[in-house]
């Protein structure tokens, strides 16, 4: 799913990484992948300004960040998201 799909307060974590070529001169470019963000468990705020904000639940409930609104940028992260599912409940 797209980020834009979601409303202000879905659980939501990425579960696909994002592709990108990196130019390696002579040899072409050869593809990467980015895999920041799968499997964490953020709380949709919105999307303005080409940004997506979320409050990050993903790291330890003792972290002092736990819960800390973060943003990051549309073009690089907008794709391959979905609702997030608690494994206790699996």
């Not at 992948?33 to 080409?50: H, L, M, P, R, T």
């Not at 409930?61 to 736990?66: A, D, F, L, T």
């Amino acid at each position: 799913m797209n980020l834009t799909e979601f409303k202000k307060g879905d659980i939501i974590t990425k579960v696909l990484p994002r592709e990108y070529s990196v130019n390696e001169g002579m040899f072409g470019s050869v593809k990467q992948q980015d895999v920041s963000y799968i499997g964490g468990k953020y709380e949709f705020i919105g999307c303005a300004n080409g940004l997506a904000y979320v409050n990050d639940f993903s790291c330890d409930k003792e972290s002092p960040n736990y819960g800390e609104k973060t943003k990051f940028k549309l073009w690089q992260y907008s794709e391959g998201w979905e609702k997030w599912i608690d494994p206790e409940k699996l």
